[in-house]
T-cell receptor, first 114, second 117 residues
């Protein structure tokens, strides 16, 4: 069965410091991996995805994520955090072989302090 | 710009009344639409998949008589919460399935916050 784990409920980081939001996955076959961000009372906004190719994926708002097949991880990163990055972040996975539904992680709340 | 819109963005209703939430695909024709529910500080739970011209497909444990879904056209899907109760208070989000936009990305609406008094 497909699953996604986000081991941290919350991540706290000071503005200007690098941030990492962790995600590990379990899926049969090649995974399609996604990161979404959700601001309060808003829907999910797409950040980036990994389908194939370069393991380092660059996305919106300066975010990037690294696909690591051996560790089955897809951690979200940003070199320098902004207070405005504070939000809820969801990792999601979809198995290969067609347009299947996304499976979401529990979410990680990122708090960036001035 | 937005790919999916929802209306209303928030609604407060009395217990026992019904509430309709509209989801529109703005740029693409959608034969299916996903409906999710999100409780505070929790992840999204897929409730059902609406299908244009046919019955919706409900996930296990979701009451189809409580959550009526209609996919009236290729751009409009609606979710009606019937005889709403306080425990139905939640954030409801619709989503355009991957492939609809010609890409692998699944686009989400802005969500509708329902509060049942």
């Amino acid at each position: 069965a497909q699953s996604v784990a986000q081991p941290e409920d919350q991540v706290n980081v000071a503005e200007g410091n690098p941030l990492t939001v962790k995600c590990t996955y379990s899926v049969s076959g090649n995974p399609y991996l996604f990161w979404y961000v959700q601001y309060p009372n808003r829907g999910l906004q797409f950040l980036l995805k990994y389908i194939t190719g370069d393991n380092l994926v660059k996305g919106s708002y300066g975010f990037e994520a690294e696909f690591n097949k051996s560790q089955t991880s897809f951690h979200l990163k940003k070199p320098s955090a902004l207070v405005s990055d504070s939000a809820l972040y969801f990792c999601a996975v979809r198995g290969s072989g067609g347009y299947n539904k996304l499976i979401f992680g529990a979410g990680t709340r990122l708090a960036v302090h001035p | 710009g937005a790919v999916v819109s929802q209306h209303p963005s928030w609604v407060i209703c009395k217990s026992g009344t019904s509430v309709k939430i509209e989801c529109r695909s703005l740029d693409f024709q959608a034969t299916t639409m996903f409906w999710y529910r999100q409780f505070p500080k929790q992840s999204l739970m897929l409730m059902a998949t609406s299908n244009e011209g046919s019955k919706a497909t409900y996930e296990q444990g979701v009451e189809k008589d409580k959550f009526l879904i209609n996919h009236a056209s290729l751009t409009l899907s609606t979710l009606t919460v019937t005889s709403a109760h306080p425990e139905d208070s939640s954030f409801y989000i619709c989503s355009l399935p991957p492939g609809t936009s010609g890409t692998d990305t699944q686009y989400f609406g802005p969500g509708t916050r329902l509060t049942v008094l």
